[in-house]
């Protein structure tokens, strides 16, 4: 019983003693279960010193050519790759020394803010009222050479969710691979309404600029083609409430290695975000304190396996090793930007929020604002010490309080 209660933890004693009680047989389901292993994990955010001098570096390039950087670029900066960060920097001065000032604010212009929020819009689609507008994207500056790439898929002229479901839920047995409940639902990795309605551009293009080429290329052969992402290679067993939380960007699975076995994936609950896409980043503040990542650990627990023990960060499970296992380069990719759209809050609003013209429309820059001045006045109170992580976790980072509650209704 003690074993039990340890996994669970000290706050769920009533809990356990409560439901031992009514259902003796789930109490020693719950004790003899065996946690799923765990590994070391990473900080929240990596490299951060470098990541936060290199935005410091991409305000100084906005502010020269009257740009503002949003909430969606920031999480970019924050997740992807250092060195193709650096390499997006060193095309802008490339023509800004070369005195094509028009070309490199284009650059700076094109992929901040309108390609780097629809391409976020895409990859987490929310729901939208039947009179919202469908506006096609941006023009985008894709090399044509990258488009074009020999072995590139064709995308289908028709998509559709016919076998899938029964696919991915034969092969993992009808039970969520995580939790071991029965009756699971088919979550895709990337999301069923961006492959049907082929909305790729502003995901290639997002892709190219800050994870490269490469890179974009080897996710786009597997996104674009339909024979791929409409079939088991795209699908993870859920329970119901876990595919709501992989969905809405709660937890984010990070694959650790190939084996035998299978595939290994990492388990990491993320963090609610203070930010919104399009809020604009503000000159006054730490951008780290902006987004309410004060401390380097990751979010709370929310999800349980059958059993009652819990599903934590660091977790590893298997995805069985068969001739239709989840792609590895979609897992690649759902790990990053998961993070992207946790970071930035794009799981937290509705597609019409991006359709918005100004932030007095959108009406949430304020609330966000107002969250960041309170994060900030409690940060200055205690001089940075380490107890205002755990403060500041109870404001509005990783929980709905009121105020939270308030902004998105």
């Known amino acids: 019983m003690e074993q039990a209660v340890a996994k669970l933890g000290a706050e769920a004693v009533d809990s356990i003693l409560a439901a031992a009680m009514a ?10 279960d065996i946690s799923p292993p765990a590994e070391p994990v990473q900080d929240y955010l990596t490299e951060v010193d470098t990541r936060r001098a290199l935005f410091d570096e991409l305000r100084t390039i906005c502010q020269h050519y009257d740009i503002r950087p949003n909430g969606m670029i920031f999480a970019v900066f924050m997740v992807a790759p250092v060195s193709e960060i650096r390499t997006f920097f060193d095309s802008i001065r490339r ?9 490199a604010r284009a650059m700076v212009y094109g992929t901040i803010t309108p390609v780097a929020t629809d ?6 689609p929310r729901g939208r009222s039947a009179d919202a507008p469908d506006d096609p994207p941006p023009p985008l500056m894709v090399p044509s050479a990258l488009l074009n790439e020999p072995g590139m898929p064709v995308p289908s002229s028709s998509v559709t969710r016919s076998g899938f479901a029964d696919q991915v839920k034969g092969r993992d047995g009808h039970i969520c691979v995580f939790s071991g409940m029965s009756d699971p639902q088919a979550a895709h990795i990337f999301p069923f309404a961006t492959s049907e309605k082929k909305n790729f551009a502003n995901i290639n293009h997002l892709l190219t600029a800050f994870w490269g080429s490469e890179k974009a290329l080897a996710w786009r052969r597997n996104y674009e083609a339909a024979g791929i992402t409409q079939s088991a290679k795209n699908g993870i067993s859920m329970s119901h409430q876990i595919h709501f939380w992989f969905d809405n960007a709660r937890f984010a699975l990070k694959p650790l290695r190939k084996t035998t076995e299978g595939i290994v994936v990492q388990w990491h609950w993320l963090k609610r975000s203070v930010l919104k896409p399009n809020v604009y980043i503000r000159s006054d503040m730490d951008v780290l304190l902006q987004a309410g990542v004060t401390d380097q650990r990751w979010g709370y627990t929310l999800a349980h396996r059958k059993s009652g023990v819990r599903i934590q960060t660091g977790q590893t499970f298997i995805l069985q090793r068969h001739e239709h296992m989840p792609s590895w380069e979609l897992l690649e990719m759902q790990w990053d930007l998961l993070r992207v759209a946790a970071l930035c809050g794009a799981a937290d609003v509705m597609d019409e929020y991006y359709d918005f013209e100004s932030p007095d429309d959108r009406g949430h820059d304020a609330a966000v604002f107002a969250q960041q001045d309170a994060i900030r006045d409690e940060y200055e109170k205690t001089e940075g010490k ?14 709905e309080d009121a105020a939270d509650k308030d902004t998105r209704e």
């Open 95 to 103: 023509e800004h020394v070369a005195g094509a000032a028009h070309l």
């Open 386 to 399: 380490a107890e205002v992580a755990d403060r500041t976790k109870g404001k509005g980072l990783d929980c």
């Open 119 to 124: 391409a976020i819009r895409a990859y987490i």
């Open 23 to 32: 259902d003796p047989d789930a109490m020693r389901q719950f004790a003899n």
